[in-house]
């Protein structure tokens, strides 16, 4: 079946740019998380959409960044005003609701700021 | 901040030999989780290892948890040069009303035909 897919898959933008990536989870998957990954490093969590709840905001570095999941499904991550230590790859995870967390991942979006 | 801490950072290894990699955490947790990533792109579930279990299997890989050091291994026997990749273990905090995954920095893992 189709697993979490992402787009774009490399985005080059320059500084002070607005930029919008996009993830659209494995149907019926409830959960979607982002999180970034600078080079060499681990994943940093971003923010969680469960259902209709409220997400957990928690890891969205500065108001710059902001996500929304319209309809339960596609969720985009936005990012305002980019800097160059914005530059990362950004990953998209999606899981089911009976689930013991164990995540599926999009192949993620490269971002370069130039 | 940073709940898993893998190590060694890097592995080199020849085809047919066994590699273990390690990971410490710092809190409580749900469950372990083992992933693989190859080429810096998206992440790929392993195995999962439940709090109240001590050791797993799945084909070539064994994972083992001693939530007394909080500390877990993976093992991947009999290696091959498709196991190149970077592994990374995460922590589910879940029961502490946070549904984050925590990962570490990773191993970054070479095999050598």
């Known amino acids: 079946g189709a697993g979490v897919s992402q787009s774009p898959s490399n985005k080059v933008t320059e500084k002070g740019k607005d930029v919008e990536l996009r993830c659209d989870p494995i149907s019926g998957h409830t959960a979607l998380y982002w999180y970034r990954q600078s080079l060499g490093q681990g994943l940093e969590f971003l923010i969680y959409?469960?259902?209709?709840?409220?997400?957990?905001k928690s890891g969205l570095p500065s108001d710059r960044f902001s996500a929304e999941r319209t309809g339960g499904s596609v969720s985009t991550l936005t990012i305002q005003r980019t800097q160059q230590e914005d530059s990362a790859v950004y990953l998209c995870?999606?899981?089911?609701?009976?689930?013991?967390?164990?995540?599926?991942f999009g192949p993620g979006t490269r971002l370069t700021v130039l | 901040s940073q709940q898993g801490e893998e190590d060694p950072q890097a592995l080199s290894i020849q085809e047919g030999e066994n590699a273990t990699m390690n990971c410490s955490y710092k809190?409580?947790?749900?469950?372990l989780q083992w992933y693989r990533q190859n080429s810096g792109r998206g992440l790929v579930h392993l195995i999962l290892?439940?709090?109240?279990?001590r050791e797993k299997h799945s084909g070539r890989l064994r994972v083992t948890l001693d939530t007394s050091k909080k500390s877990s291994s993976l093992l991947i026997t009999a290696s091959r040069a498709a196991d190149t990749a970077s592994y990374f273990c995460?922590?589910?905090?879940?029961?502490?009303?946070?549904?984050?995954?925590?990962f570490g920095k990773g191993t970054k893992l070479s095999v050598i035909p």
């Open positions: 995870a999606s899981r089911p609701l009976s689930s013991y967390n164990e995540q599926f």
């Open positions: 809190t409580s947790i749900n469950n």
């Open positions: 995460a922590t589910d905090n879940s029961g502490a009303g946070s549904y984050q995954l925590t």
């Open positions: 290892i439940r709090s109240n279990e």
């Open positions: 959409f469960q259902g209709n709840s409220a997400p957990d």
